[in-house]
């Protein structure tokens, strides 16, 4: 059993910074993928970025590569999205997520954390 807790959302202009964080308890976290989703409203949820289980691979969707970065704190049982140059199109609830295997859907993943709240005024 894994429980995920985001924190770290805000309100940010357009071309700022955030980092979003993805605290998770239970002994097996590091042998889980940590993905991250995303939600704005009336659209689903879409793949943001994914880190390994080692830390070692990170993935990103297309719309993010070059201003996000996923991250791994082993010893702290965290995971990281940095984001930068933030675009009014990144508001959204984010979302961290666990699985077994790397997959872009979300379905694919086991354990979901609460969801923080990213908004960006332009």
């Known amino acids: 059993q894994v429980q995920l807790v985001e924190s770290g959302g805000g309100l940010v202009q357009a071309g700022g910074s955030l980092r979003v964080s993805c605290l998770a308890s239970?002994?097996?976290?590091?042998?889980?993928?940590i993905a991250w989703f995303r939600q704005a409203p009336g659209k689903e949820r879409e793949f943001v970025a994914a880190?390994?289980?080692?830390?070692?691979?990170?993935y990103y969707a297309d719309s993010v590569k070059g201003r996000f970065t996923a991250s791994r704190d082993k010893a702290k049982n965290t995971v990281y999205l940095q984001m930068n140059s933030l675009k009014p199109e990144d508001t959204a609830a984010y979302y961290c997520a666990a699985g077994v295997i790397y997959s872009r859907d979300s379905g694919r993943y086991d354990y979901w954390g609460q969801g923080t709240q990213v908004t960006v005024s332009s």
């Open positions: 880190s390994s289980s080692s830390g070692t691979n990170t």
């Open positions: 239970g002994r097996t976290f590091n042998s889980y993928v």
